[in-house]
Every structure is written in structure tokens, then in C-alpha cells.
């Protein structure tokens, strides 16, 4: 049996995969020499600040990105994640097979896209963990993160109430759409030390998880 919370509904980047590194920054990188040439480019940090707030806000805001250079961007950074597989934080898909074996239902909330979600998890081993259900990336951005339609369509699919789920997510965008559902959230302190993002984390999330350790007390205590 599971501890307190029956269903998890998981962030993806930098929450169960170390990605940023690996596709996102080169990603951006690579979008801004092409978009912006001449623009130097943020440091990792200001990168995964600028997710923090919300990945739209600093494309169409602070970038003033027009819809055609949205989709000259977008298809950069597809080039991206379609070659690149990014590892699983260790200890990751463990904790999520004992989970699932003591009964625990499975949710993917993340704006990587679900068919890249779903290879990064069959990458990661034979035979493969699949979570129960994927919310990715949307063009309809209603129901995107940090929209509460994925909250919602997640617990009305898997049978799950409000209070015995939990949210797990690394960014603010993870913490706007569980307070928008009433959903608890214990953040994902493992995949980056960013001074302001860790101040926000640890003041607006219900819990504060520096290792992965952290996070199955929680899921597998009686």
C-alpha cells in the first residue's frame, strides 16, 4: 500500500530527467543564434530562471518573439529533443516502480511534448516504466501547465480526489497549477541549485525535497 497520496502527477524536465543541460540551453542557445544573432546568451542559470517564471513570458515578453519566430524556435528545439535522450535522475524509475507496485497511479504534467516523453521512458530500461497517463505540450494553452485542466482530466481518469494526490514539479508553473486544484506540491530540490527559484520552492511548496530520497519517504511511508 501507498502512504497518504494514491496518485502523483509528475513533472518531466529537470524533474525526473536531467534534460536542461543536455537539450533545452543548447536548444535556446542554438534558437537565439539563429533568431537573435548577436544576442549572448543567457548562463544556464538565467535560462532556468527564465522557466521558472514561464517559458512563454520570456520568448513573446522579453524576447518579443513575433508567432513566426514561435515556430521557427519551436521547431529548433524539436530538432533538439528528437536526438537527444536525457538520463533519469538516479533512483528516479525506481522509486516510481515501488510506487506503482504498492499501488500508486502515475501522472506525466510537463510542456516537453508526450511522444518525447514517452521515448525518454523507453530509453531508460527493459522493460520500460510508462506512466498511467502523459499531459504534454499543448497548443491549446487552456490546457497547458499552468492551466488546472491537466489536474483535473488526470484525477477524473485515474479516479483520484484532490487530497490523496501530489503534485512534483521543480518550477512555478508546477506550483500555480496545483494551488489552482488544491492538489499539495513537494519540490523537486534535486536537478538545480538556483538561488531564487529554491527561495520560491521552499516558501510556496507544501514540501521541500533536496533528494530523491526525500520524496520516497513521503510516497512510500504507512
Not at 525506481?94 to 506503482?100: A, I, P, T
Amino acid at each position: 500500500m501507498t502512504g497518504r497520496y494514491r496518485c502523483i502527477l509528475i513533472d518531466h524536465d529537470d524533474t525526473a530527467v536531467d534534460s536542461t543541460s543536455a537539450i533545452h540551453y543548447p536548444a535556446h542557445v542554438e534558437a537565439l543564434r539563429v533568431l537573435r544573432p548577436g544576442r549572448t546568451p543567457p548562463t544556464v542559470d538565467q535560462w532556468l530562471i527564465s522557466n521558472f517564471h514561464g517559458i512563454m513570458e520570456y520568448l513573446a515578453g522579453d524576447l518579443a518573439m513575433t508567432k513566426e519566430e514561435l515556430v521557427a524556435e519551436f521547431e529548433i528545439w524539436q530538432s533538439f529533443t528528437r536526438t537527444r535522450v536525457p538520463p533519469f535522475f538516479p533512483g528516479f524509475l525506481d522509486l516510481l516502480q515501488e510506487y506503482r507496485v504498492r499501488g500508486g497511479k502515475v501522472a506525466v504534467i510537463s510542456h516537453s511534448e508526450v511522444e518525447t516523453i514517452e521515448r525518454h521512458y523507453r530509453s531508460a530500461r527493459t522493460p520500460p516504466f510508462m506512466p498511467d497517463l502523459i499531459f504534454g505540450w499543448e497548443h491549446d494553452e487552456s490546457r497547458r501547465k499552468p492551466s488546472p485542466w491537466p489536474v483535473q482530466e488526470a484525477l477524473r481518469r485515474l479516479g483520484c480526489t484532490a487530497d490523496e494526490t501530489l503534485v512534483v514539479d521543480d518550477l512555478k508553473p508546477g506550483v500555480l497549477m496545483a494551488r489552482a486544484t488544491g492538489v499539495a506540491i513537494a519540490a523537486a530540490g534535486w536537478s538545480h541549485r538556483v538561488d531564487e527559484i529554491e527561495r520560491y520552492m521552499r516558501t510556496e511548496a507544501d514540501m521541500y525535497c533536496p533528494c530523491i530520497d526525500d520524496l520516497a519517504a513521503i510516497l512510500l511511508s504507512s
